[in-house]
């Protein structure tokens, strides 16, 4: 262990020493020196533990050193030897910054607990100002830390709102309690409409404020129904304009049990739904292009049999022409009579005639002819009728349907593919009527009902059921085909997703078909066991879809 060092500073020789013994014998290590100005050359070469002092000198005084310490090192201890009660010194002394005063002639147990405590004073102070020193360091990294962090934080921040402000998607952020507009970026001021009076005063007006009226009837029923559930909440399709469809979705920030604030976030797609549209219409034209062979094959044979008919109609004409024609031989004769022998030979002529033209049998064909006729014409009008019906590209409009007649349209559409494979079995309950768009789900019926036909290898059964589930219509569509792993049953929805060759098929037909039963709030489900079959099921609401479909201008 180092020893401490003490430096006694004193012009008297007797006294030097003996402090000097003193001190030693408590085991410091002693320095002496009997000038103030040699004690501050040794201070200045050697930070000394502590110093004691004389006061008076010849030359100078122990307060002046003091000072002098105090410049070099403001932790110096100092304690003074003084033989005189000067109070007016001590006072200064204290001032100055001296640990003690030790009268002189020093008692030895004072002198020990005076040095010892005030080096123990010392060694406190330096433990103490190390520490802080310490902290200011861990203060001073830490607040240079946060410095950086805070920079580094509002760069991001910066950063963030650039983002947001220039995102393609609209955000517009109210306060939870007044319901006043926090934030609106570039976009949502575009697709909220909002005043252009308010296109820089926005911030902290109540929405009502500044936002046309339909769209604040809107976010009014949206701040309503957020409040009711507390949740994200997607609103789908709203009608900004006759020009633009968006999607809307809104969600609440709590803090504490309480709506702090509600985001809404806003995405124009009037040219993702004007995009669809033209994938519903490709997809329909695609599923026209599968059918036309099945189609055209429909159409012949009723065209075949009545060309072969009419064609059989005019020989049996040309016959009953012929009989005519002797009629009328017949009756210039009758009219021009001779004898009654002429006319009995002409009747036997005519009778003979008549048995060999077989106009009675002919007469009956051409009776049938023509209801063949008629009946194969009205096959291709019907034909031709579902084609039209199922492939029309105008605009549609909700309406009430039955149901039960759109899967036949459906079927005589797609025949066809399914007369060789399956044999079809209907299970219709009552002549149900629902509010749909029929076009859309006779193509719904008509992707099911090919991929059922597809999936029998030889031959098989197609079953149709509909039936009324609570408030809504249940359809199942089942077949007794290869089935399917669960694997592929919780893809086939996705887009372009096949099991076919590349050149039978696109993959879009059931994606198809799950978007347009979601527009008309069903849902649409499937079971599978290979080598058992599978069923579709649908589920349509009864009452009218109130997601209006309103025309957009090009």
Excluded at 379 to 404: A, C, H, P, Q
Excluded at 423 to 442: A, D, H, L, M, T
Aim: with cysteine.
């Amino acid at each position: 262990m180092n020893k401490k060092q003490i430096m006694i500073v004193e012009h008297d020789q007797k006294s030097l020493h003996m402090l000097k013994e003193l001190l030693e014998v408590d085991g410091y290590e002693v320095i002496l020196t009997t000038s103030t100005l040699d004690a501050l050359d040794k201070y200045m070469s050697y930070f000394f533990d502590l110093v004691l002092s004389a006061i008076e000198f010849p030359e100078s005084s122990g307060i002046e050193l003091l000072k002098d310490l105090k410049k070099i090192d403001e932790d110096a201890v100092v304690v003074f030897l003084s033989s005189k009660n000067d109070w007016t010194t001590y006072r200064q002394a204290i001032r100055y910054g001296a640990a003690d005063f030790i009268d002189k002639p020093p008692d030895i147990m004072e002198l020990s607990n005076t040095i010892k405590q005030c080096l123990q004073k010392r060694a406190f102070i330096q433990k103490t100002k190390t520490y802080h020193e310490g902290l200011e360091t861990i203060v001073e990294e830490r607040t240079e830390t946060l410095k950086l962090q805070k920079e580094a934080l509002e760069k991001e921040q910066q950063r963030t709102q650039s983002i947001i402000h220039e995102a393609h998607i609209g955000f517009l952020i109210l306060d939870g309690e007044s319901e006043e507009i926090f934030m609106i970026n570039r976009r949502g001021k575009e697709l909220f409409r909002l005043k252009r009076a308010f296109e820089n005063r926005y911030f902290l007006r109540n929405y009502q404020e500044v936002f046309p009226k339909n769209i604040v009837a809107k976010i009014k029923k949206m701040l309503k129904k957020i409040r009711q559930e507390t949740k994200v909440i997607h609103f789908g399709k709203f009608f900004i304009d006759d020009t633009c469809i968006v999607n809307i979705v809104s969600y609440p920030i709590i803090t504490k049990n309480t709506i702090n604030s509600i985001v809404i976030v806003i995405d124009d797609i009037t040219e993702q739904t004007t995009l669809e549209k033209q994938i519903l219409q490709s997809s329909r034209l695609a599923g026209i292009g599968e059918l036309a062979a099945g189609i055209a094959h429909e159409i012949n044979n009723p065209i075949a049999f009545v060309s072969s008919n009419t064609y059989m109609i005019g020989k049996y004409f040309q016959r009953i022409i012929s009989l005519l024609e002797e009629y009328n031989i017949l009756e210039s004769q009758i009219k021009n009579i001779s004898s009654d022998k002429n006319i009995t030979e002409q009747i036997e002529k005519l009778s003979q005639l008549k048995e060999e033209l077989k106009i009675e049998k002919a007469l009956k064909n051409i009776e049938e002819i023509i209801a063949e006729n008629i009946d194969g014409l009205n096959r291709v009008k019907k034909i031709v009728s579902d084609l039209k019906t199922f492939s029309y590209m105008g605009e549609e409009k909700e309406e009430e349907t039955d149901i039960n007649q759109v899967m036949d349209n459906t079927l005589n559409i797609v025949w066809n593919e399914i007369k060789y494979k399956a044999e079809v079995i209907k299970k219709y309950g009552p002549n149900y009527r629902i509010y749909c768009f029929p076009r859309q789900i006779s193509q719904i019926f008509a992707n099911i009902l090919i991929n059922a036909a597809h999936a029998i290898k030889e031959k098989g059964f197609i079953t149709i059921r509909t039936l009324k589930e609570e408030d809504k219509l249940k359809i199942e569509i089942s077949d007794t085909g290869r089935g399917m792993s669960q694997e592929i049953a919780k893809k086939i929805f996705n887009p372009f997703f096949t099991t076919k060759e590349a050149s039978k098929g696109t993959g879009l037909g059931l994606s198809i078909a799950y978007k347009l039963i979601e527009k008309h709030n069903g849902t649409i489900s499937v079971s599978s066991k290979i080598g058992k079959g599978t069923t579709f099921t649908i589920l349509l609401p009864f009452k009218k879809n109130k997601k209006k479909i309103r025309k957009i201008k090009k």
